[in-house]
C-alpha cells in the first residue's frame, strides 16, 4: 500500500510539472495603447508570422473575410466616438475584419468582438462600418503582421496595416475640437451649482470658514431650480453653525417638508431633531 501511494504521488507530481510548463505562441499577443488627440485608444490582436510561406492571395485568401490576425479576432476600443471615413463609431470595442483583393481591402468594424476568428455569418446589424483602403506594396518584406498608430495630429491618426510586402492605412477622427471647445465653454462660465455646493459642505464638513461656506451654499441655492432635501439639510446646517438659528429653521422645515414627501424617514428625522435642537415652534 506504501509503494501504491508513493507511486500515485509521483505521477500526481509529475503531471503537475507538465502542466506548468509554457510554450512560446506561434502568433504572440500585442495590445497597444494610443492616446489621439484627447481620446484613449487601445488595440489588442495577435501577430502572426510568415515563416516562408505566401500571405496574401494565398495564407490569406482574396475575397474571403480575414480576422486581421490571429486567434481571437483583432479588437480596437475608443474612448470616445469617432469617425473612419464618415462612418460615425460610438466609444466602444469593436472587431476589425478585412477582405483583401490584390490592390484594396475591404476593412469591417464590427460591433460583436466575441468571435474567435472571423463570424460564421456577418450580422448587417452589428456592422458599424464599412470601408475601402487602397494597399501599396513595399520594397521589403514584414516577417511579422503588424497595426501600428501612424501620422498623428490633435485630430485624427491613422491605422496602418502591414504584412509581407502589402501595407495599407486607414484614417479615423476623433472629437478634440469639440472636447477642448466644451471644455473652454465650462470653465469660461465659472463652477457650476455642484461646484459651489461641494466646495460649501467640503467647508462645513471640515469646520473651515463656514461664511465663505454659506456665500457657495447660497450661490449654489440660487442657481439650483429645485433644491433636493439633501442639499437643504446642508444649507440649514451652515446657518445653525453660524449661529442664525432663524434662517437655519426656515431652511430646515422646507428640507423636513420635501423628506417627507419623499418618504425618507433618515432626513425627516435629522431635520426633526435639528428643528427640536434650534427651538423651532
Do not use: C, H
Request: glycine share 6%.
Amino acid at each position: 500500500m506504501k509503494k501504491l501511494l508513493l507511486f500515485t504521488f509521483a505521477l500526481t507530481l509529475m503531471f503537475s510539472v507538465d502542466a506548468q510548463i509554457k510554450t512560446p505562441q506561434p502568433s504572440p499577443f500585442s495590445k497597444v495603447e494610443q492616446v489621439v488627440g484627447l481620446t484613449d485608444v487601445t488595440l489588442e490582436y495577435s501577430r502572426p508570422s510568415m515563416n516562408g510561406r505566401t500571405i496574401f492571395g494565398d495564407l490569406v485568401p482574396y475575397g474571403k473575410l480575414w480576422r486581421a490576425g490571429a486567434n481571437k479576432n483583432t479588437m480596437i476600443t475608443f474612448s470616445d466616438e469617432v469617425v473612419v471615413a464618415g462612418n460615425t463609431l460610438k466609444a466602444g470595442a469593436y472587431a476589425i475584419f478585412i477582405t483583401p483583393s490584390e490592390k484594396s481591402w475591404e476593412v469591417i468594424f464590427y460591433s460583436d468582438t466575441n468571435n474567435w476568428g472571423t463570424p460564421k455569418t456577418i450580422d448587417a446589424a452589428k456592422v458599424a462600418a464599412k470601408v475601402k483602403i487602397e494597399t501599396m506594396q513595399l520594397p521589403m518584406k514584414v516577417e511579422t503582421f503588424t497595426i501600428t498608430f501612424d501620422n498623428l495630429t490633435s485630430g485624427s491618426a491613422e491605422l496602418g496595416f502591414i504584412w509581407e510586402s502589402t501595407m495599407a492605412n486607414l484614417k479615423f477622427e476623433v472629437p478634440t475640437a469639440k472636447t477642448v471647445t466644451a471644455s473652454i465653454e465650462k470653465v469660461m462660465a465659472g463652477p457650476s451649482a455642484n461646484d459651489y455646493y461641494a466646495a460649501a459642505v467640503y467647508n462645513l464638513s471640515e469646520g473651515k470658514d463656514l461664511e465663505q461656506a454659506k456665500e457657495w451654499m447660497d450661490k449654489a441655492m440660487s442657481m439650483t431650480k429645485d433644491p433636493k432635501f439633501y442639499q437643504l439639510r446642508k444649507q440649514s446646517l451652515i446657518y445653525a453653525a453660524l449661529g442664525d438659528k432663524k434662517k437655519a429653521i426656515s431652511i430646515a422645515k422646507e428640507s423636513l417638508a420635501k423628506s417627507e414627501k419623499e418618504g425618507n424617514e433618515d432626513y425627516i428625522k435629522m431635520n426633526k431633531d435639528s428643528l427640536k435642537e434650534w427651538g423651532a415652534k
